[in-house]
């Protein structure tokens, strides 16, 4: 079983690392523990590991991370971080060894995304501010400034990305967190709000069928695979994030796959939701 002081140095590092502040309210609502107890697991770490974080700063009401700071319980991968945020790693173990099962987890390859760039952007997602950042893109992949508004991390299952309001666009749009590059620089407030991102707000239902070239016990097998229901899948999501959940399931839209067991899956109201798609 993982050392649950292990657990609480594995946040400190977490918490200061990608988001730039600490202090005892992140320990005392993640375990629940006291103040007194928050601010003895903050100095036995900064004991362990000197230099890691500067003394509190009343102005930051925290500690901040030194510009050595060097990580001794969590990875580069940003990853960790936003799994932790959105409530997918507690990292939970079972308490007697024995009652494991054999696992394996895939994972997908580390984004190069840096705490420069994610501090900035956790700021101003909690202040309502507006970011100016420098983003590649396929299209221009040197680099291009931009004015954004950020309301929420998304992970589409292969990798993170941010939903913000596009100055340039004037519109809500997707933007990959390892293609940001060099520091944002927060800047005031903006009324460009979550509420506000239409897609972001709409709720849509994909209907989903075994492909029809399919023989009925082929069908069936897939019925049975997704809990059908009267032969199709219902599934609701976000208008903003439609498309990655059909290119999670392998839905293709644009090209039917010449050999139906390798579509399996075909979406039914295309029609209906075609105006969300990309």
Request: contains cysteine.
């Given at each position: ?10 946040l400190?590092?977490?918490i ?68 932790w ?13 024995t ?52 309301h ?12 913000a ?39 849509i ?74």
């Amino acid at each position: 079983m993982e050392d649950p002081q292990q657990r609480r140095f594995w946040l400190i590092e977490l918490i200061a690392y990608w988001e730039g502040r600490l202090n005892t309210r992140h320990l005392r609502e993640f375990f629940g523990v006291t103040r007194q107890c928050a601010s003895k697991d903050i100095n036995d770490y900064r004991d362990i590991c000197p230099g890691n974080l500067r003394d509190y700063c009343p102005r930051e009401k925290g500690y901040t991370p030194s510009p050595d700071f060097q990580r001794h319980y969590i990875s580069a991968d940003v990853a960790e971080y936003l799994n932790w945020m959105a409530g997918l790693s507690a990292r939970a173990l079972p308490a007697d060894a024995t009652y494991s099962l054999p696992n394996c987890v895939l994972r997908h390859p580390a984004r190069n995304v840096t705490p420069q760039v994610m501090r900035p952007l956790v700021r101003a997602i909690r202040e309502g501010r507006r970011v100016e950042v420098d983003y590649g893109s396929i299209s221009n992949p040197n680099g291009e400034g931009r004015i954004i508004v950020p309301h929420t991390f998304v992970n589409t299952g292969l990798r993170w990305h941010l939903r913000a309001w596009c100055e340039k666009n004037r519109q809500y749009r997707d933007f990959v967190l390892s293609r940001f590059l060099g520091q944002p620089e927060v800047l005031d407030q903006s009324p460009h709000t979550a509420e506000a991102d239409i897609a972001w707000n709409t709720e849509i239902t994909l209907v989903l069928e075994p492909d029809a070239r399919l023989t009925p016990e082929k069908k069936a097998v897939l019925e049975h695979d997704y809990n059908m229901e009267g032969g199709q899948l219902c599934l609701k999501t976000r208008a903003a994030l439609a498309s990655y959940l059909l290119k999670e399931m392998q839905v293709n839209t644009k090209m039917l796959d010449g050999r139906p067991e390798a579509q399996q899956l075909v979406l039914v109201n295309e029609d209906d939701v075609k105006e969300w798609l990309f």
